[in-house]
């Protein structure tokens, strides 16, 4: 660690949001299909997904699974902001942040924000994922 990051404590401040699948609206049933996590200090901003189709099914057996995993890989595009992001890409990793856990009424849906302490970023986004999706 270096004493750039973190000013000798080691932890900086990040923020994260789930990323849910509610597959109808009217019934307002969720699964936890991925995290975003937005680090400003490190300049770190990533998403992870991971969608469980047995459970997808089970809150609607219609669901449009191929539409919901293209909805959360481009979450993940979003945050690398690579080509195929659309104009969001652009935008520095902050705005892009604050654009996906905007509240939207689609399938896939931003939880509320939390915040948090990490000397490890993507360590910490592997550990949300883990918790509260998989």
Same mark, same amino acid.
């Given at each position: 660690?270096?004493?750039? /990051?973190?000013? *000798? @404590? ?38 992870? =997904? @991971? ?5 997808? +099914? ?7 699974? +191929?539409?919901? &995993?293209?909805?959360? /890989? ?9 080509? $195929? ?9 902050? +705005? ?9 009424? =689609?399938?896939?849906?931003? $939880?509320?924000? @939390? =915040?948090?302490? =990490?000397?490890?970023?993507? *360590?910490?986004?592997? +550990? ?5 999706? &998989?």
């Amino acid at each position: 660690m270096s004493a750039a /990051h973190g000013a *000798g @404590h080691g932890r900086d401040v990040f923020e994260y949001a789930l990323l849910r699948v509610v597959p109808q609206m009217e019934r307002g049933e969720c699964i936890n299909a991925g995290v975003v996590l937005y680090c400003r200090a490190r300049s770190f901003l990533a998403a992870r =997904t @991971h969608l469980d189709a047995g459970r997808l +099914r089970a809150l609607d057996p219609a669901a449009d699974e +191929r539409g919901v &995993r293209a909805a959360l /890989h481009a979450a993940e595009c979003v945050c690398a902001g690579g080509t $195929g992001a659309g104009p969001a890409a652009q935008d520095d990793a902050g +705005r892009r942040f604050r654009w996906l856990v905007a509240p939207r009424s =689609t399938v896939v849906q931003p $939880g509320p924000v @939390h =915040t948090g302490l =990490t000397a490890d970023p993507d *360590g910490e986004l592997e +550990r949300l994922l883990r918790v509260l999706v &998989r």
